[in-house]
């Protein structure tokens, strides 16, 4: 079973994201730097149980939510500048198209 494009990308943002966490100032890194990882990891997880789930809808909007957190946390990191510019832009461009993506997927998943 070939592996969805939206787990690959999911994974890709987590590979990106881990080294920028790195970065952050101690006092950050082990709090929201530790969050934004488990957040990003749990989102990964979810998008792999919707995959061999049955009722894929709810696990797929429960990594729609997922995604949302994700996306603000993100945000915070920028305005707390934890990250700078190009980084965030990078990675709100992933979460973006991820976004695209899981939204096709729940779209097709209600038919």
Not at 1 to 25: N, R
Request: proline share 4%; net charge positive; aromatic share 10%.
């Amino acid at each position: 079973m070939e592996e969805p494009l939206i787990i690959t990308k999911a994974y890709d943002l987590i590979l990106y994201l881990v080294p920028q966490i790195a970065k952050f100032p101690k006092q950050y890194r082990y709090s929201l730097g530790e969050k934004l990882e488990m957040m990003s990891l749990d989102f990964l997880m979810t998008l792999i149980e919707a995959r061999y789930s049955k009722e894929k809808i709810i696990v797929l909007k429960k990594a729609n939510l997922s995604l949302e957190k994700l996306r603000y946390c993100i945000r915070l990191c920028k305005d707390l500048k934890l990250m700078s510019h190009h980084p965030y832009e990078i990675m709100t461009k992933r979460v973006h198209e991820i976004g695209l993506q899981l939204g096709g997927w729940i779209k097709q998943s209600r038919v």
